[in-house]
Nanobody, 121 residues
Framework: QVQLVESGGGLVQPGGSLRLSCAAS????????MGWYRQVPGKQRELVAS???????NYADSVKGRFTISRDNTENTVYLQMNSLKPEDTAAYYC???????????????WGQGTQVTVSS
């Protein structure tokens, strides 16, 4: 059993900051890439940022320079620091982890349940 639990969402004013966390727990052998996605009703889920096990990062153009992804491999946790938030950042944010449960199992993606971020005055 693997669980990804997100936290840190909420309501913030434009220009404000939030920090999202996502902790993976359960039977985990190794975690490769971890990432954050977001989705608004009626639209496809989109990649916000990702980070490999060695720290290589990738960002959507819309968040470059404002968001920072990081991870703590000892805690199986990924973070998303969001600064200078805009109303268009409002969405449900989901974390994803590509992981192996055992040495013999192939990697697969696991998703968190999502956390709502609302940017509004």
């Amino acid at each position: 059993q693997v669980q990804l639990v997100e936290s840190g969402g909420g309501l913030v004013q434009p220009g404000g900051s939030l920090r999202l966390s996502c902790a993976a727990s359960g039977t985990i052998f190794t975690i490769d890439a971890m990432g954050w996605y977001r989705q608004v009703p009626g639209k496809q889920r989109e990649l916000v940022a990702s980070i490999t096990s060695v720290g290589t990062t990738n960002y959507a153009d819309s968040v470059k320079g404002r968001f920072t992804i990081s991870r703590d491999n000892t805690e199986n946790t990924v973070y998303l620091q969001m600064n200078s938030l805009k109303p268009e950042d409002t969405a449900a944010y989901y974390c994803k982890a590509a992981l192996q449960k055992t040495y013999y199992s192939g990697p697969r993606d696991y998703w968190g349940q999502g956390t709502q971020v609302t940017v509004s005055s």
